[in-house]
């Protein structure tokens, strides 16, 4: 880790919301700033930049999707959606507007809390590469040898599944589509369907279990594909 803590905007103008969010962020040691407007964020975000930034669709002036694509034209610093809808085409429209990932309200703090962590560990410096193998939290990959360990336990993978883990390892936290994953990791993925992704992930979940992992370490994204928590 380095010295200085992490910094986090958060927009938001619900005050219990915001509240509870920069109260969980700064218990676990991060620089948490907060805002109610969109406007106000595009103008802190020129200024000061941010590490993270927890951003609400809802705002009262900008929406939150207007600033994300606002803000992508100086900045690729990760945002997070904050969205009380649970509707496909905002997860959609968010990611296709360079959002890394978005939370449903409600929502738990520890949650959250976890949501910013893992955006940080995408972005920050690769920590260890020793003998071929780099290191992605819990994940080390070997792309010559085309092995993963998890914990260092060596995983017994199948080509697809290595394939697959190895594309979502390339970015830990982003969501791929199934036909995102299909591309990178098949040789024909014309042959493919959706369902070929799900049973390897399937399969790859019970390896990881098996290797010693709490949870899902490969989140679904309903209706729109997976992502990896190193
Ligand atoms: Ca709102």
Redesign the pocket.
Known sequence: MSSQPARVLVV???AA?ADTLLYALRSEGYAASHCTLGREALALLRQHGADVVVL?????DLGGFEVCRELRTFSQVPVIF?T?RNDEFDRVLGLELGADDYVTKPFSPREMVARVRARLRRTAPVAAEEGGWKQLGRFAIDHDGRRIRYDEALLDLTRYEYALLAALLQRPGAILSRSQLMERGWDHASDSTDRTVDTHVKTLRAKLRAAGAQGEPIRTHRGVGYALDV
């Open positions: 938001e103008d619900e919301i609400d669709v809802g705002l009262p904050l009380a």
